[in-house]
Each structure stands twice: as structure tokens, then as C-alpha cells.
């Protein structure tokens, strides 16, 4: 099994790897951005084992990068919120999303400010307004439907402004 560090490495890159390299936490990100809130939700947009998935969620509280609340309407539950270190990753998650749409298979979904609705361009930028939205001035809308049938894929095919949460399932 591969370490989970870059000890040798004096590099900002390989720090922020130790945090958000491993395969499944930029997906996890990418949903709670989305708006995804729950355990079940994540599991099951994801098609993600649990017991990976809770190492992976509480990894990203370690690090800062979610926080973990009780979930008012089931005790013994919980929801989890980007912090404002999580919210920062916006920028590398729409980047990969570009590199992806390019150079991998076709974007589903389109981002817009959502201050004037035009849609933002490759670098995260509204070409109208001239400003980098945060995650919680964007909408987000579908393309084409995709295959995905889970609560959280159902949705998404509305618009829906990040970071709102989705339906409870």
C-alpha cells in the first residue's frame, strides 16, 4: 500500500496532496459543493463502499476541510458543510472539470453566474460580469441527463445553485 504523505517533498503541491489525492475526496468535494449533506446521499451518488467513505469524511474533517454537524432531523446523524477551506476548492474542482470536458468525455452540467446567468468560462471567470464567482454565486445546470438514478442524480437535473443542499432522499 502507497503512503499517505510526500515527506520528502518540500513542495505546496505534495501538502496539499496529502489532503485531497486520494481518488474519492475530490468526487466527495465536488458533491458537497453540489449541495450533498447526508452520509446515504454520498453513498449512493457515488456508488462508494462505507466504510471508505467514512474514512474519507473523516479525513476531510481533520484536515479542516468539511465540518461534521448533528443532523437535526435524525439523531444520531449527521451533516456535513465545506468550511471555508472546502469552499476554496471550487476553483481546482471546475479546473479538472474543464480538463475533463476537454480532454475525457463531454461535460453534463453547465456552470453560471448566477448574479446575471451567463455562463462561466474555462478559467471560472462570468465573461459578462468580469469576476470568479464563489461556489455560492453559481448555478448549476444540467446538459444532458445521464445514466444516474440516485436522490442526489435526480436533483440535478433541475438547476440548482451550489452549495444549496439537495432534497433529502
Known amino acids: 500500500m502507497l503512503g499517505k ?15 485531497v489525492g486520494e ?11 453540489y449541495g450533498v449533506r447526508r452520509f446515504n446521499d454520498f ?22 476541510i ?14 456535513y458543510h ?11 474542482i471546475h479546473s479538472l472539470l474543464v480538463w475533463g470536458d476537454r480532454y475525457r468525455e463531454g461535460s453534463c452540467r453547465v456552470f453560471q453566474h448566477a448574479g446575471c446567468g451567463t455562463p462561466l468560462d474555462d478559467r471560472g471567470t462570468c465573461p459578462h460580469c468580469k469576476v470568479a464567482p464563489g461556489p455560492d454565486d453559481i ?5 444532458r441527463r445521464t445514466s444516474r438514478d440516485d436522490p442526489v442524480a435526480r436533483s440535478l437535473r433541475r438547476p440548482h445553485r451550489m452549495l444549496d443542499p439537495v432534497p433529502e432522499a
Open 82 to 92: 465545506l468550511t471555508q477551506a472546502g469552499k476554496d476548492l471550487w476553483p481546482v
Open 23 to 33: 481518488r474519492w475526496t475530490l468526487l466527495i468535494v465536488r458533491d458537497a459543493l
Open 5 to 19: 504523505d510526500y515527506e520528502g517533498q518540500d513542495c505546496a503541491l505534495a501538502r496539499a496532496l496529502e489532503v
Open 139 to 143: 448555478l448549476t445546470k444540467p446538459l
Open 43 to 64: 453513498q449512493a451518488h457515488l456508488d462508494i463502499p462505507k466504510a471508505i467513505l467514512s474514512g474519507r469524511l473523516n479525513g476531510l474533517v481533520d484536515d479542516g
Open 66 to 79: 468539511v465540518d461534521r454537524l448533528p443532523d437535526p432531523d435524525h439523531r444520531g446523524r449527521h451533516l
